[in-house]
């Protein structure tokens, strides 16, 4: 089988590798479409500390079932599926504490190479995870059920309300998806962003204001009453972005962390601020499996992702859809094999 291996900063290497055989309680899955995620995005650009160089590369992905191993219940061969590429141990320290997603084991046992004619699952994936595909969505649309899972995350440690205002910052896939889902809840939202592009994608999608960053003070204000945003969710992993979020949330207000900086990254923060103004600042990361089964709900309910897919490529042009992103041309690109 072809399987796209990122070997370098911005090299992916098409390899010819065989066909992994399912053992106990694996799925072979048939990939039918993966895409290009942010993450996906950092690694190709500068590297990233939990994917591998040179690693199989692709983490977002749907397909058909090729090939069940022994054990396997309630899946069988031909059936179309969606599926996270990884889940918790349930019985780490963290697992006993139900905190899921921070799982000890998650990152080791998380599977990569959706960017591949096949990937095989293993059983606490298979189990916890993956599910029959709902008919109404495409293969790229079901392959949405990760990064929704890590939205829908976010959205579970806080509750918006009707009545509250959001300010997205960043128009990034991630961006979009939380101001999707914020509209869902009934909230006013606010998104900024540097891209013309994007942010009249954000406008068309719901996104009730619209602003470039250097307008962003006087916009919250106008539409706070002055008093800034309840819920800011930050979707741009740069360190600025991370330091200045605090100036648009309201005193009591949440700013959710949710794009990650490269490692060993420091903000500062005013004290006074935080103190005196009882700031919340939460950081987000990756999903559990309840989230997991509130984004599929979500996509089974028509929750619709197809706007934040720009286009298709074939797994031979895997370079050419990450040259794009890099060049902030497109949201998402979902790879064929
Ligand atoms: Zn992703
Ligand atoms: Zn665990």
């Known amino acids: 089988m072809l399987a796209a291996y990122l070997v370098g900063r911005g090299m992916i290497e098409m390899r010819t590798m065989p066909v992994p055989e399912p053992g106990e309680c694996e799925v072979l899955l048939?990939?039918?479409?993966?895409?290009?995620?942010?993450?996906?995005?950092k690694a190709f650009q500068r590297g990233h500390s939990l994917i591998p160089m040179?690693?199989?590369?692709?983490?977002?992905?749907?397909?058909?079932?090729?090939?069940?191993?022994?054990?396997?219940?309630?899946?069988?061969?031909?059936?179309?599926?969606?599926?996270?590429?990884?889940?918790p141990c349930l019985s780490c320290r963290y697992c006993r504490k139900k905190l899921f997603n921070l799982c000890e084991k998650i990152m080791q046992t998380k599977v990569l190479g959706a960017f591949a004619e096949y990937i095989l699952l293993p059983e606490h994936i298979v189990r916890q995870n993956m599910f029959l595909k709902s008919e109404r969505l495409s293969f790229?649309?079901?392959?949405?059920?990760?990064?929704?899972?890590?939205?829908?995350?976010?959205?579970?440690?806080?509750?918006?309300?009707?009545?509250?205002t959001v300010l997205i910052i960043g128009t990034g896939p991630i961006g979009l998806l939380h101001m999707m889902l914020a509209k869902r809840r009934g909230a006013r939202?606010?998104?900024?962003?540097?891209?013309?592009?994007?942010?009249?994608?954000?406008?068309?999608?719901?996104?009730?204001?619209?602003?470039?960053?250097?307008?962003?003070?006087?916009?919250?204000?106008?539409?706070?009453?002055?008093?800034?945003?309840?819920?800011?969710i930050e979707c741009t992993g740069q360190l600025d972005v991370w330091e200045t979020a605090v100036n648009y949330v309201r005193r009591g207000g949440m700013v959710m962390l949710f794009g990650g900086c490269k490692a060993g990254s420091i903000v500062t923060y005013d004290?006074?601020?935080?103190?005196?103004?009882?700031?919340?600042?939460?950081?987000?990361?990756?999903?559990?499996?309840?989230?997991?089964?509130?984004?599929?709900?979500?996509?089974?309910?028509?929750?619709?992702?197809?706007?934040?897919?720009?286009?298709?490529?074939p797994l031979a042009s895997l370079s050419t859809a990450?040259?794009?992103?890099?060049?902030g041309d497109g949201i998402k690109y979902a790879i064929i094999p």
């Open 322 to 327: 990450f040259s794009r992103l890099a060049l």
């Open 271 to 313: 004290t006074h601020r935080l103190h005196y103004d009882e700031l919340q600042l939460k950081g987000i990361f990756h999903f559990t499996p309840k989230d997991v089964k509130a984004a599929r709900t979500l996509l089974a309910e028509g929750f619709d992702v197809k706007p934040l897919i720009t286009g298709s490529y």
């Open 140 to 164: 790229a649309e079901a392959a949405m059920l990760e990064p929704l899972s890590c939205v829908v995350h976010g959205h579970s440690g806080v509750r918006i309300k009707k009545s509250d």
């Open 54 to 87: 040179p690693g199989p590369f692709g983490h977002e992905f749907s397909g058909t079932i090729a090939k069940t191993g022994k054990g396997v219940k309630g899946f069988r061969e031909g059936d179309a599926v969606m599926s996270t590429h990884s889940a």
């Open 30 to 41: 048939k990939i039918e479409a993966a895409l290009t995620c942010g993450t996906d995005l």
């Open 189 to 232: 939202v606010i998104v900024t962003g540097l891209e013309h592009k994007r942010l009249a994608l954000a406008h068309s999608l719901g996104a009730d204001v619209i602003c470039e960053a250097s307008a962003l003070l006087m916009a919250v204000e106008e539409h706070t009453d002055g008093l800034g945003a309840d819920v800011v």
